[in-house]
C-alpha cells in the first residue's frame, strides 16, 4: 500500500488530476458507496477513507462527503479541507463549523463525532501527521492559496 502511496501521490497533485478527480471522484464514490452497502470506498484502495455526514449549514439538509483521514494515534481522526486545491473551502468545512456533531461511517461502521477546527498552533503538528500517510498533502494548501480547515473527530460515546 506505501508503494502505491508514493506512486499516486506526485500523480494527484498535477492540475490533469485535480481537474479529473473533482468531477469524476465524487460520482464514481458514491455509485461505489451504493453498491457495496457503504462499506467500500474507492478511495479506500489508497488511503483510510470514510464518509462525513453532515448538516448543511443553511441548508438544515443531510449532506454527506467522501474524505480521506488520518488516525491521529489517539483513537481520533484528522480531516482536512483541500478542496484538490480549489480557491474556496469545501463546503462540508463550513457545515462542520455550524454543526460540529456529526457521524461517519468507516467501512461500513458508522458512529457518532464531534469535529473541532485545529487551532493555528497546532496546524504543523498536524500536517506532519497527515503527511506520513500522504506524501506532500499540504501542497494542496499552498497551491489554493487559502488556509486549508483541518478538523479533527473525536468519537463520542
Do not use: C
Not at 16 to 35: D, G
Not at 55 to 79: F, H, N, Q, W
Not at 125 to 136: F, L, Y
Amino acid at each position: 500500500m506505501r508503494v502505491l502511496r508514493a506512486i499516486t501521490a506526485p500523480l494527484s497533485r498535477t492540475r490533469w488530476f485535480r481537474r479529473f478527480a473533482v468531477t469524476a471522484l465524487p460520482p464514481m464514490e458514491r455509485w461505489t458507496s451504493r453498491v457495496s452497502g457503504g462499506r467500500i470506498q474507492l478511495t479506500a484502495f489508497l488511503v483510510p477513507s470514510l464518509v462525513l455526514h453532515t448538516i448543511g449549514a443553511k441548508s438544515g439538509e443531510p449532506r454527506d462527503a467522501p474524505l480521506m483521514y488520518t488516525a491521529d494515534g489517539e483513537g481520533r481522526a484528522y480531516v482536512a479541507g483541500t478542496n484538490w486545491a480549489g480557491a474556496a473551502h469545501p463546503a462540508w468545512t463550513t457545515n462542520l463549523l455550524a454543526h460540529p456533531d456529526v457521524s461517519i461511517t468507516v467501512r461500513g461502521r458508522h458512529m457518532k463525532v464531534h469535529a473541532s477546527l485545529v487551532p493555528d498552533d497546532e496546524r504543523d503538528a498536524a500536517w506532519a501527521v497527515m503527511e506520513a500517510q500522504w506524501p506532500d498533502y499540504r501542497e494542496y494548501e499552498r497551491d489554493s492559496g487559502r488556509t486549508a480547515r483541518i478538523f479533527l473527530l473525536q468519537p463520542v460515546r
